[in-house]
């Protein structure tokens, strides 16, 4: 990772005790933002490790990993320390779990006043204790459509960036007040704000950007298929005339389905239309 010459975060240490993909992936973009970050994992290591060691090692690269089994007294003095000189503490684990630990925020804050911390939890406020993942939560907010499994970890992901916001404000209210606060990050509020829009209608099926508008929709193509986002006038009225056609989606359907996706996205790279070949990450 290249960091720019003088980095915003140059200076800031950050410490973090989450497994998994929101924790990780909120330190990683710490990291990208010049703090240097800390990764204590327990002695089993990170389950990621072991579900895409690859994309786990592009998290953790340039960090300082240490293992330690917080279980143990000796373990935790050796993170009291880590933490005693750290700006932002990441966890990911229940309530209770943190307290067993001694790792929650009034045990913490007594030792470390200055210190920020983020709490990854699952669902907000006393509801942090209910288990869950990814899975479950977009399952609650209706961004599942059985029987596929969701193409991507949009609570995981959504979670992680404002785990890094709340981060970044929670060092920002210590300029002003000189101690650290709590702040909470719920996946279940993670999930429903990516659902907002096919809660609002926008990309419900029928709605302005879930088919209803001929200029924003995906069409078969001779092989595969393209996916157009002419949303704006302008860009309708391009795509129109470059095609020779009317705006509906009978028309854009019949002259799509002559040229292969790859063909058509060369073709829109030629006139200035937002279109795209759809592709699979996996494919």
Known sequence: ??????????????????????????????????????????????????????????LHRGQEL?????????????????????????????PSALRRLGLDFGTLHE????????????????????????????????????????????????????????????LLRRTRTGVGSRREVALEDAAAAMAEPAVRGLTAPGGL????????????AAEGHVALAALEPHFLRRTAEALGVETTHEAFAEVFSRRTAQEWATWAAEHDVPLSAVSAPWG
């Open 66 to 94: 240490v293992t330690l089994d917080l279980k143990r007294e000796d373990a935790r003095e050796r993170l009291d320390t880590l933490l005693a000189d750290a700006d932002v503490l990441i966890t990911s684990s229940r």
């Open 209 to 220: 950007l879930g088919g209803g508008l001929p200029g924003y929709a995906v069409y078969p």
């Open 111 to 170: 030792r470390h006043p200055r210190l920020c911390q983020v709490d990854v939890v699952g669902s907000p406020g006393r509801r942090a204790e209910l288990p869950g993942h990814d899975l479950t939560y977009q399952a609650a907010v209706g961004l599942v459509r059985p029987p596929h499994l969701p193409a991507t970890l949009a609570a995981d992901l959504h979670g992680a960036e404002r785990a890094v916001g709340e981060a970044l404000a929670a």
């Open 1 to 58: 990772m290249t960091l720019p010459d003088d980095p915003p975060l140059q200076g800031t240490t950050v410490v973090t005790v989450a497994v998994n993909l929101p924790g990780p992936l909120a330190a990683a973009r710490l990291a990208g933002l010049g703090a240097q970050v800390t990764t204590v994992l327990p002695p089993g290591g990170d389950p990621l490790e072991h579900y895409q060691p690859d994309w786990y090692a592009d």
